[in-house]
């Protein structure tokens, strides 16, 4: 049924943008007629290009997991309080992205701050090609403002990284391993009634992962505290897991490992994709060179201008 929808989705574009082209030629003719306006006649030429970009940027997204959910990760990078809030202004970007785009949004796992802010937060996106536009997130992000929590009013700059990865269904077969599999049970913190601290709900899956083809060892750990129900909490967990393990495999098989993991480097100067700056009202994506200066409407989740300049400049050929 998913590849019925997917061919349909293209015979359905196909025969409209075909139809809009129809109607663009003989709104050229009417035109000489003096049967529309010139406005008109932009309308429809501005109309038609609009639904010809999009096809072309969704022909962008080929690969098995473009069409996937996704599981963002956000971290805060050192700088306290500043770049904790930075991490949760993020946090609200991509709820609001989502919801612009109608998908699915649950918060896997919540830290929050002493003060402000949130130290790390998972959210599960899930939607049509939700990974395919949102792997353009992935790395540092950067943020230049006059911080409300300096009392000198000065110039501050703050980091956070944001990780990307598919989100695996049940079309995708990810082999784990049992006997390497471990658990333990904690009460969850935060809002939410007696229930949330009498209860241990939360879970952390702890996974002793060899990497088959380099040998080298690691420990995955996940931790879930989604809902109050246990049992969910730990379906969830494996699913993260298997997430990460179908990451882990692809970047092996499409031999892009290193690509990827530039995107992941250390918080700090020079390593950011993309700079947000407040007092000039900028931002601008250091890969692409795309900009803009409505700042507000990124932060509202307002990006897709600049997931399709990652795409069209980055796309697999």
Known sequence: MRKIKELQFWINSYDELEKQVEELGLSFDFLKEGLVTE?????QYASTVELIEKLELRNMLRREEDKLGVVLRINSGAGGTESQDWAQMLMRLYLRYAERHGYKVSIAQLL???????KSVTINIEGDYAYGFLKSENGVHRLVRVSPYNA???????FASVFVTPLVDDTIEVVVQPALLSWDTFRSGGAGGQNVNKVESGVRLRYQYTDPYTGEQEEILIENTETRDQPKNKENAMRHLRSILYEKELNHRLAEKAKVEAGKKKIEWGSQIRSYVF????????????????????MDGDIDAFIKAYLMEFHDD
């Open 279 to 298: 007092d000039d009202r900028r931002v601008k994506d250091h890969r692409t060179n795309h900009q803009t200066s409505d700042v507000n409407g990124v």
């Open 39 to 43: 406005e008109e006649l932009d309308a």
């Open 112 to 118: 929050e701050a002493d003060d402000a802010g949130i």
């Open 152 to 158: 000198q009013g000065k110039r501050m700059t703050s």
